[in-house]
């Protein structure tokens, strides 16, 4: 009865022992992802990590976690951002390329990657004004618009005096985006000292229709921001063409406005 006893206690430490190795879990660590693309700007906030292809979870950057798969694994990684700089709204951007890596994965150990990704779209399903070639991509309706050099790029720049109200800058039309919910996306860099709106004039046969997005806070130091346009063109059915607009309009309560912006983008 003893040795029964016995074999029984050493088949259930023997068990035990075999769920806790089991359930010890690998880490992986991701400080950063890097946009491979020379000197276009990026944003980009989050990782959406894939295990043999299995969605892993999505980690705000820099991040450490835990995993518990091990030894050679296939890990793909997309870069993640903020759709309209809104964190509840957390998107794996559909333009940047994924990044793979076969690694081993040891428990309780931690292994560290770097994804590097690269810019998935051809040159003509984006509209680009970066200030930088000859001649501007876009349309003023008044003389607060300006371009300015900071000795190491141009950039666009709104000002709003007593004498000007209000200004807004609008991109040349843009014909044949595709619908259906296919995507389709403004990036934006800026820093502002006033709030300023964003939207989309749809062009139909007999009618102009003006959308309102998204009002933009005020930022001391540039930022990037990824505006989501895919809604608004979608429901644009019929319309021969769209134009992205950035209106701003003046604020008393400062001695003038201003905005500064630069690598406007509506990529597709």
């Given at each position: ?5 016995y ?5 259930i ?9 089991d359930?010890?879990p690998?880490y992986?660590?991701?400080?950063d992802?890097?946009l ?32 518990l798969n ?32 076969d ?19 051809e040159?003509?399903?984006?509209f680009?004004e970066?200030?930088e070639g000859?001649?501007?991509?876009l ?6 618009f ?5 000795g190491q790029?141009?950039?666009?720049k709104?000002t709003l005096?007593d004498?000007m ?30 709030q300023f ?12 229709v ?9 930022k001391?130091?540039w930022?990037?921001?990824?505006i ?5 063109i979608?429901?644009g059915?019929n ?8 209106g701003m309009k003046r604020d ?9 912006f ?6 597709y």
């Amino acid at each position: 009865m003893k040795k029964i006893s016995y074999l029984f206690a050493i088949l259930i430490f023997t068990s035990c022992q075999k769920e806790n190795i089991d359930e010890i879990p690998s880490y992986l660590k991701i400080n950063d992802i890097i946009l491979d693309e020379g000197n276009i700007t990026s944003n980009i906030t989050d990782a959406w990590v894939y295990i043999d292809d299995q969605l892993q979870g999505v980690y705000e950057l820099p991040a450490e976690f835990p995993v518990l798969n091990k030894g050679m694994q296939s890990i793909r990684v997309k870069a993640g951002i903020k759709a309209n700089g809104i964190a509840s709204s957390r998107i794996a951007y559909p333009f940047y390329s994924s990044y793979y890596i076969d690694t081993n994965l040891v428990p309780n150990n931690t292994t560290s990657i770097t994804p590097v990704v690269e810019f998935n779209r051809e040159e003509e399903d984006i509209f680009v004004e970066d200030f930088e070639g000859i001649g501007i991509n876009l349309d003023s309706d008044s003389l607060s618009f300006t371009t300015e050099n900071s000795g190491q790029n141009k950039y666009g720049k709104i000002t709003l005096t007593d004498s000007m109200y209000i200004s807004e800058i609008t991109t040349d039309e843009l014909f044949n985006l595709p619908q259906a919910g296919a995507p389709v996306i403004l990036e934006l860099d800026y820093k502002n000292n006033t709030q300023f709106l964003v939207g989309v004039y749809v062009n139909y046969p007999q009618s102009v229709v003006q959308k309102d997005l998204l009002w933009i806070t005020p930022k001391e130091d540039w930022n990037k921001i990824y505006i989501n346009l895919t809604t608004t063109i979608s429901e644009g059915i019929n319309a021969t063409s769209f134009k992205v607009f950035v209106g701003m309009k003046r604020d008393f309560d400062l001695e003038q406005n201003e905005l500064y912006f630069d690598n406007l983008k509506v990529v597709y």
